[in-house]
């Protein structure tokens, strides 16, 4: 898959609030493209998950 098929994949996760499926597309985006949009949308998904729920990602 490409850079941008795992970012949208990735945000179709999100939609559906898989928020571990979507961590893991992100990254997988970033390390093809690390000028990817994912990287950013990975840092706000640890930025949300670390102030609402930190039981939700345990790295």
Do not use: V
């Not at 941008?4 to 996760?13: D, F, I, L």
């Not at 571990?20 to 970033?30: G, K, L, R, V």
Request: proline share 5%.
């Amino acid at each position: 898959m490409t850079a941008q098929e795992w970012y949208e994949q990735g945000n179709a996760y999100r939609k559906q609030g898989l928020w571990h499926e979507a961590i893991n597309s992100y990254i997988q985006a970033a390390a093809i493209d690390p000028d990817s949009p994912a990287a950013e949308a990975k840092r706000m998904l640890d930025d949300i998950l670390a102030f609402y729920n930190k039981d939700s990602y345990n790295p």
